[in-house]
């Protein structure tokens, strides 16, 4: 799995100051789509472990309400993949 960004202190998708993370992929394509460059799935980073762990430090703060997952339209569902460490991405 790609991602194309993380934001770490996003207001505008979701309740609050939240953790975003824009993964790649999308089979919609949809007219207009702001978008268009991230419907390629191998757009951007690789998910790895150290992605993880970034993610994580990110929603310690307490003002963190969460993490919002965007993107990855129609992604084909795929067994989970274990990171280092025997956690899944």
């Known amino acids: 799995m790609n991602y194309g960004t993380i934001k770490k202190n996003d ?3 979701g309740v609050g100051v939240r953790v975003s993370l824009f993964v790649s992929g999308c089979t919609h394509h949809c007219p ?3 978008n268009e460059e991230a419907w390629d799935f191998n757009f951007g980073k ?3 472990g150290d992605t993880e762990e970034e993610i994580l430090d990110a929603l310690a703060p307490d003002y963190i309400e969460g993490l919002t997952l965007l993107g ?3 992604a084909p569902l795929a067994p989970a993949t274990p990171a280092p460490g025997g956690r899944f991405l």
């Open 46 to 48: 690789p998910f790895t």
């Open 11 to 13: 207001i505008a998708n």
């Open 32 to 34: 207009g789509c702001f």
């Open 72 to 74: 990855g339209g129609g």
